[in-house]
């Protein structure tokens, strides 16, 4: 069985699909990378963080990282 390029119009053949046997195993950075929240983590900045070592404010609460899908351009109204 094969089917044709549509450029050349030669023939290519087909490749049948590999089967599986048992269950995929999922490498272990990907364990390691779908326990992560996602966040970048920020260190106490000394010169702007006001408040004590357990204390937390806008210069060094983690950051969120953007989706890829999101555009400011989108909430525009």
């Given amino acids: 069985m094969s089917s044709s390029n549509e450029r050349t119009g030669t023939p290519q053949p087909v490749v049948p699909q590999k089967q599986h046997k048992g269950p995929i195993k999922q490498d272990p ?7 992560q929240d996602g966040k970048i983590p920020r260190q106490r900045d000394p010169k702007m963080c006001k408040h004590g070592q357990k204390g937390m404010c806008d210069y060094c609460m983690p950051l969120e990282v953007p989706r890829p899908d999101y555009s400011p351009q989108t909430d525009l109204v």
């Fill in 29 to 35: 950075v990907d364990d390691f990378l779908e326990k």
